[in-house]
């Protein structure tokens, strides 16, 4: 067989083709792993992504519920203190019914003259002081009800505490000095 110049022969031709698809199947075969692995990447990236944001979404709402937790317990504090200072009588519920000064409740409602810890704010605080007559000579139902952002749309925080008290003279100033200062 004459091979011209430039010519193969067809059984050497089918060689060289069968070899370049080999060679074209190896570079496919490459790019189609290439091409699963940024799949895997971008996929895994996604999931990660996906994961974080859920983790964030949760320590937001934990610490929003700690938040609430400390405002509630502030009014709690808050409705304490008020209703220890009616049984002390060192206070009125004439006195202590309505908005309350920033330092009162900064220092838990006995302070009138100092200020409040610079950075906090206790801002939009209520009492409402409720008294009730008792069934038990002497003593009165009191309920103390601590609001904060009462003027507003959405309160912080609520707190009411009921009890007994002994609101007779000691209110008003007078004392127990008839009886030796027992009640």
Known sequence: MVV???????????????RACDIGGKKNKQTRQLGSILLEVILAVAIFTAAALVVLRQVS?????VQRARDQERAADVARSALALLEAGLETPETLNGPLAPARVAYGLGSRTQAAPAGE???????????????????????????????????RARFSLAQLVRLSDRAS????????GTP
């Not at 430039?6 to 060689?15: D, F, I």
């Not at 709402?61 to 519920?65: E, G, L, R, T």
């Not at 209520?126 to 309920?143: H, I, N």
């Open 173 to 180: 100033g007078a004392g127990d000095a008839g009886n030796g």
């Open 61 to 65: 709402f934990a610490s929003d519920a």
């Open 121 to 155: 704010r206790f801002n939009d605080w209520e009492l409402t002081v409720d008294v009730q007559p008792s069934p038990f000579e002497g003593l009165a139902k009191v309920r103390v009800t601590a609001v904060w952002g009462a003027g507003q749309a959405t309160e």
């Open 4 to 18: 011209s110049p430039g010519h193969e022969p067809r059984r050497r031709l089918g060689r060289s083709i069968a």
